[in-house]
């Protein structure tokens, strides 16, 4: 079992930045990967970005260069770091993990474990 909980979430204007982070627990191995995902209200949930545990990563196209993820396998942290930050960001942040998934992939049924969820709202 993993254990997944996310943090850093809160309320930003727009062009501002905020990094979440999402702190991993149990029996997190070589083989696993990690993601950022993400749901605003009505719509579905998206993926963000992937990365793999030797640091191979991606971000989505609709984020990218704005987005960047990272993760301190010393501490067991999956970072998220936001920038020029935009109202249609506004949504809840979750971060995913599991043994069998692939940086690249960010389809939802690849990721066997869930953190509960940050809320990021951007509004002047």
């Known amino acids: 079992q993993v254990q997944l909980v996310e943090s850093g979430g809160g309320s930003v204007r727009p062009g501002g930045s905020l990094r979440l982070s999402c702190v991993a627990s149990?029996?997190?191995?070589?083989?696993?990967?990690m993601g950022w995902f993400r749901q605003a209200p009505g719509k579905e949930r998206e993926g963000l970005a992937g990365?793999?545990?030797?640091?191979?990563?991606s971000v989505v196209d609709s984020v990218k260069g704005r987005f960047t993820i990272s993760q301190d396998n010393t501490k067991n942290t999956l970072y998220l770091e936001m920038n020029s930050l935009k109202p249609e960001d506004t949504a809840m942040y979750y971060c995913?993990?599991?043994?069998?998934?692939?940086?690249?992939?960010?389809?939802?049924?690849?990721?066997?474990?869930w953190g509960q969820g940050t809320q990021v709202t951007v509004s002047s």
């Open positions: 990365i793999d545990r030797d640091g191979t990563s």
């Open positions: 149990g029996n997190i191995d070589s083989s696993y990967c």
């Open positions: 995913a993990a599991d043994g069998g998934c692939r940086y690249s992939d960010l389809r939802e049924d690849r990721f066997g474990f």
